[in-house]
């Protein structure tokens, strides 16, 4: 009995052994398999997820899960399910290590056109970086976006600008609305280099061109109305809160602003036999290529919405802060009138100065332009710092916290664009530095970076050199409301009214 028992005794740790070890492969093949966990984010609710968590300022609320629950969290609207980055590091995974995969483009369920259509005739919102989108690209780059074209248009800019200035000179003691004033200022610059008209009178109150801001407007707050539809998309086709048909409506009223004169240029483009000289601007730029008119007027859309909301926001955002900080406006005029003197502004100086630039740096820090950037979109399934992104996640990256980051900026929170000269800091915002990202990076960086730079250092430098200002009332600037408006662009909740006095000498 003895000998059976020792017979046995090796093939029970042998049985044993078999067993153990065929469990342990199993659980390490079941492992293998096992999908990675979303980000972490807020516990949701069932159906509507995390929208009761909400606030009218997402970038704030944003902010506070990632102070939560790590540098990339996910959060579910709906049936929607949205990454966000929150840090340098983060943003680097997004739109650097996994940029080709992640460089797709969120399109709004309220989008006027079919994605199709979209991915055929856009920049800025093609759903994906395809061939024409590469085309459209490069082709913005070359004619309106390279340092010889930005250079060569240069004088253009500069008109407008003295043309603004001609305006607010005659309105002293008046109380003007710096963004309105700048807004126009903009858009005609840009308008004179697709079109080469003004679209826009700065003295306008009425009739087209009054008309053409509040459409202009009106469709940034439909762009980022949120949208029941983008929550649960099998209510697409019914449009439920009506945003698709009011988008529609809007866009077709801008269109029909400068749709004469692509038919009219077209006429001389197609008759063009006997030689006649063209004007030869951004528009003759795509008939040359082919383009049809929608496809224009989709491109002129995409351009002049980005390129004269977010450079607006930034020159408010700007003499907002710079008057709340008397100390840095001081330098700021003190650099001017040692730099520039009796001397016009140009482009080319104002882009010289060096305190007149931090303030704009630190400006792009503590308000970006764009506090999301624009949605990107998950081509396939990938792995971001140990979590999954599932195929068609939205994924964002919150650049306004970023910039308020106490682990990344010394107070972050103040007006310091010191940081920015005297070493505290060498970061940029070309797109290479994930800590200041007004502009992105990656696939979808804003070509129109270069342009942009440039005219919010003209614009400002023009408005602080040729002008006093003082809130109306002689409120004190120490006191002015900083407060924000969540959007696609992030602009002052109460517009930067001003009274006006030339500058004293």
């Not at 248009?153 to 309105?171: D, G, H, I």
């Amino acid at each position: 009995m003895v000998l059976i028992h020792l017979l046995l005794l090796p093939l029970s740790m042998a049985i044993l052994v078999v067993i153990t070890l065929s469990r342990f492969l199993s659980a390490s093949a079941a492992s293998k398999h096992r999908p990675l966990p979303l980000p972490p984010g807020p516990k949701q609710w069932p159906i509507i997820g995390n929208i009761p968590h909400m606030t009218r300022k997402v970038h704030i609320s944003m902010s506070e899960f990632a102070k939560s629950h790590g540098p990339l969290i996910s959060v579910k609207l709906g049936a929607q399910l949205i990454v966000v980055a929150s840090s340098p590091a983060a943003a680097a995974e997004i739109l650097k290590t996994h940029d080709r995969v992640l460089s797709a483009r969120y399109v709004t369920k309220s989008s006027p056109f079919k994605i199709s259509d979209i991915d055929r005739m856009a920049i800025v919102w093609a759903s994906t970086c395809n061939d024409s989108w590469k085309s459209l690209r490069g082709l913005c780059r070359t004619e309106l976006f390279s340092g010889r074209a930005i250079e060569s248009q240069a004088a253009v800019r500069e008109k407008k600008v003295s043309e603004m200035v001609e305006f607010l000179a005659a309105r002293e003691g008046k109380v003007v609305d710096i963004g309105e004033i700048v807004l126009t200022t903009i858009f005609n610059s840009l308008c004179n280099l697709f079109f080469s008209e003004d679209l826009l009178g700065l003295e306008d109150s009425k009739g087209k061109g009054s008309g053409l801001k509040n459409h202009i407007w009106k469709l940034m707050e439909l762009a980022t109305a949120p949208n029941i539809a983008d929550f649960y998309p099998f209510l697409e086709p019914l449009d439920p809160q009506g945003l698709k048909k009011r988008t529609v409506k809007v866009v077709t009223q801008i269109f029909s602003v400068w749709e004469s004169y692509i038919r009219e240029r077209r006429e001389i483009h197609e008759s063009k036999l006997h030689g006649d000289t063209l004007k030869w601007d951004f528009l003759d730029v795509f008939l040359s290529n082919g383009f049809d008119d929608q496809k224009i007027n989709w491109l002129f859309l995409e351009l002049l919405t980005a390129g004269t909301e977010t450079t607006t926001t930034t020159v408010e955002w700007a003499m907002a802060e710079l008057l709340k900080n008397g100390e840095a406006m001081r330098k700021v005029r003190e650099e001017l009138n040692r730099e520039i003197g009796e001397n016009p502004i140009t482009e080319a100086n104002a882009s010289q100065l060096t305190f007149l630039n931090a303030s704009i740096k630190e400006t792009f820090r503590l308000h970006p332009p764009a506090p999301f950037l624009i949605p990107h979109r998950a081509l396939e399934t990938c792995e971001v710092m140990n979590y999954r992104i599932p195929k068609d996640s939205q994924v964002i990256v919150n650049v306004w916290a970023i910039g308020r980051d106490p682990s990344v900026w010394e107070e972050p929170l103040s007006f310091w664009p010191e940081r920015f000269i005297d070493g505290s800091t060498t970061a940029d915002f070309k797109g290479c530095n994930f800590e200041l990202l007004p502009f992105g990076s990656g696939r979808r960086v804003c070509p129109g970076l270069p342009m942009a730079t440039k005219q919010v250092s003209l614009i400002l430098a023009s408005l602080i050199k040729e002008f006093d200002w003082t809130l109306p009332g002689g409120d004190d600037p120490a006191k002015l409301d900083m407060n924000e408006k969540f959007g696609l662009t992030l602009q002052k909740d109460k517009p930067l009214l001003l009274v006006i006095r030339k500058q004293s000498t």
